[in-house]
Each structure stands twice: as C-alpha cells, then as structure tokens.
C-alpha cells in the first residue's frame, strides 16, 4: 500500500479539506507522518497572510531532496496559493507534480492519473460559481472526540484587506441534509462527541439557498442527532449575527456557549475601510444582547493592527474595545498586502515598526485580560468533555469547557475519554486550567 504525507498550514477549513483528501484518496494510500516514507507528499497552503504563504516555499525547497533521491515521489500543493499562483507554482519548482485550487482538490486522484498519464506536472485551479462540494464520508483513521464538518464553502463579503474571495470563490452553503448525513456518520461510525460546524461566515449559512433554512436552523437539526453532546461553530460575522441566532446559542444545551466574533478594529473609519459593514457601536451593541441572553458566554476574537490609515488615535480605539468587551482570547495579526485585496491600493501604509509596536501593545492588553478572565474561573465547577489524556502529563486527563477553554485535571479513572464531566478549577495559567474531577455530568 502507498503512503501519504500531508503539511496543513492555515485555518480549520484547511484541515478539513486535508482530511477529504485522506477520506478520498483511502484504500490506496495510508496517511504516514514521515514524509521520508511517503509516495505522496501534499503541501495544504494558506495564502491569508504572508507568512504561511512564505513558509509553503520553504517547504516546497525542503521537499526538492526527497524527490532528487526517489525519483517516482509524487509532490502535489493545494489550497489557498495553489488557486492563486497555479502555473506559477510549477514554473517556479518544476518538481512539483500536482496543483489543485480550493475547489479542484476533490478531484485529487484524476489528477494523480492524469499526471502519471501525461507524464508533465497537472494543474487545475478552476473555480466554479455554482460549485457543490460533494459529500465525502470516512476519515483518516477512526476518531474519538471531535470532528471538523464544512457547512459552506466561499465568502462573499470582500473585507478590503482579504484573498479568501478570490481563492475560495462566493459562499455556497452545503445542503442541511449533506451536512446531517456527515454528522450522523461521525457519531453513529467513528464515535465523535462534538463537532466544529465551520464556513468563513457560518452566520450566513442559508441566505443564499432559501431552501436550506438559516444557521440557527442548522444548529437545531444537528442538535437532535442522539449521542452528539456539543456543537462548536465558527466563524461568525458580527453583521450577520441575528436575535434568533443568540438565542439559539443561549437556550439549545448543545451549542457551546463560545462564539468567535471577529472585531477587526475598534475605529469605525478603520471599520468602514475594512468593509466590515458594522460600527463599533452595533458590535457591542451584539455583545450586550448576546451577554443578556447568555451570560456565561465567552468571546474571542481576531483583531488587525496597522492597517493602512490607521493612527495612533484609531489604535487606541482598538485598545478600548478589548478593555470594554473583554475578550476570552484575541488572535491580533499586522496587517499585510494580499494580492487581489483591495486595501493593497489603498494610500496611508503604516510603516513595519509601528504595526509591530501596536501589536505588541495588544498582546500585552489582551494577556492581562485573558489571566483575569482565566482566573474568574479559579473555584468554579466546569463541565468538561474529556479529549483523553494531557500532553503534558500522562497522568492526568485533558478537555475543553463549554467556553473552549483547555482544562487539564486529575482523576481516579484515566478512560474518561468522550464523557462529560464535572471539574472543579484549582488554578489557571496562561493558556489553561487546572483542576480536579468531581463527577459524571448528566
Ligand atoms: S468575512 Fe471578510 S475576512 Fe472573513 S473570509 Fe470573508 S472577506 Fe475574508
């Protein structure tokens, strides 16, 4: 049998579609972690930001050795800068074999055919508006815990400072019952307990295809699958986060009560730049509403420093929302020019020093935050599903709140892996809690 090694840079969606291609390419190929041993090496891309985009090319270079000692070695890139650079990328490494766009990927063994028939690298990069990902069940090996599921694929949104439009093409939303049939199968055939429901904006799941119901609706027909315990989701756009949603998350005892709400900036000019469509304003004003309802909820987001036009009065915007919504954990990035996005033309560039000094001054804000937060929860009893055994020690058991907080802790039984359980919370650290187990959670 032929082995498979896969390199996944990026987001949860890219995983995703790193498992499909596993799911696609079984019985014939074995996944491998040595890519020494593999006769397939795939490089899952991510173009979002630069610094993945630059780390595939050092990949692709590392790679280049392995192909000079076995000659018959398949390399293939997929994802994001697949899309974008197609040709490019087998003008630039001619070693490379295959490239598969962000749509093209599911056609992964006609394109390993047609390599091997044409002997000369195949590229396929198409993007269709009317594309539907077709249903693929079966994983890489059988799981325990939790699973990634695709709702949807695209954006439409067109943020000023985003490629994913460009590379992932407009947002399609999966059918509901696709989408239930993949669940059902996780639970029912390889023993998942919670599933992350994902889409670059799950909000807008449905909008599109009247057909299918709304998100809310989504998340109450994956709610009814028996012996699923949790739905997490992400990610969710402010703009089109609804009354009907929040409730859904606040009374349906599957959702978790975690949303990650990209902020991006706190400055409505800065906002307005972007594209995001709200102000700062009707984003707390979202928060306050979704707090009212839910009130254990926790927040994370993503914020963006230096973007171009912002000043140190707009920053400082950005500071004040942190301290005023008081975020569970912020991902903060510089901002960076993306081919095809449109604030790459925009004028007021921040020079590299400042973007790097802001962002600093996030990481530092934040961290206090997230310590506060983390230690509110220090004498609490958290439920728990249990992931299996920590990584840091053997001894001890691993999982996640309902608010996607890791909780390692101690317990007389170590085969609690997939149960809900009570855990009282004796510290916390940066990134973490600990505690001790109580007792089932029924
Ligand atoms: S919502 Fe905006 S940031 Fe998110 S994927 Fe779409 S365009 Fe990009």
Not at 134 to 160: E, H, Y
Not at 292 to 297: F, Q
């Amino acid at each position: 049998m032929k082995k498979v090694y896969i390199r996944t840079f990026g987001c949860q969606m890219n995983e995703k579609d790193s498992e499909i291609v596993l799911s696609l390419l079984q019985p014939d190929f074995v996944p491998t972690e040595e890519p020494e041993s593999a006769d397939l090496i795939l490089i899952n891309t991510c173009s979002v930001r630069e610094k993945p985009q630059h780390k595939l090319y050092s990949e692709i270079g590392r790679f280049k050795e392995l192909k000079k000692k076995k000659p018959e070695l398949l390399i293939g890139v997929m994802g994001c800068v697949a899309q974008q650079e197609g040709e490019r990328i087998v003008e630039r490494y001619p070693y490379v074999d295959i490239v598969l766009g962000t749509q093209a990927f599911y056609q992964i063994r006609q394109a390993i055919e047609r390599r091997l028939k044409e002997g000369k690298p195949f590229v396929w990069t198409e993007l269709k508006p009317d594309f539907k990902p077709p249903l693929v069940l079966g994983s890489k090996k059988l799981r325990r815990v939790k699973a990634f599921v695709n709702i949807m694929q695209g954006c439409d949104n067109f943020c000023t400072y985003c490629i994913v439009p460009y590379v992932r093409g407009r947002e399609v939303s999966r059918p509901p019952e696709d989408i239930l049939r993949e669940v059902e199968y996780l639970v029912k055939e390889e023993g998942v307990k919670e599933v992350a429901l994902l889409g670059q904006n799950v909000n807008s799941y449905g909008l599109k295809e009247k057909s299918y119901g709304d998100f809310a609706d989504l998340l109450e027909r994956v709610s009814q699958i028996d012996g699923l315990l949790r739905i997490r989701f992400t990610t969710s756009h402010p703009k089109d986060l609804t009354e009907r949603l929040m409730r859904v998350i606040a009374e349906n005892p599957k959702v978790c009560k975690h949303i990650h709400l990209p902020l991006q900036a706190g400055s409505n000019k800065i906002l307005k730049l972007m594209n995001r469509k709200y102000t700062r304003e009707e984003y707390l004003a979202k928060v306050e509403r979704l707090r009212e309802l839910c009130p254990e909820i926790a927040i994370t987001s993503d914020i963006i420093v230096g973007f171009p036009g912002e000043t140190e009065k707009d920053f400082l915007q950005t500071l004040e929302m942190l301290e005023r919504v008081r975020f569970h954990e912020v991902f903060s990035f510089k901002y960076s020019d993306r081919p095809f996005a449109a604030a790459t033309n925009f004028q007021g560039k921040v020079p590299e020093e400042v973007k790097e000094e802001r962002l600093k001054r996030v990481h530092e804000a934040q961290a206090k935050i997230t310590a506060e937060v983390y230690h509110s929860y220090v004498g609490k009893e958290v439920e728990v599903l249990v992931e299996g055994r920590s990584e840091r020690d053997e001894n001890q058991l691993t999982g996640r709140t309902t608010t996607n907080v890791i909780v390692n802790f101690t317990a007389p039984r170590l085969d609690l892996e997939g149960e809900l359980v009570k855990v009282l919370i004796e510290s916390a650290g940066k990134h973490s809690l600990k505690g001790k187990y109580l007792s089932p959670s029924f």
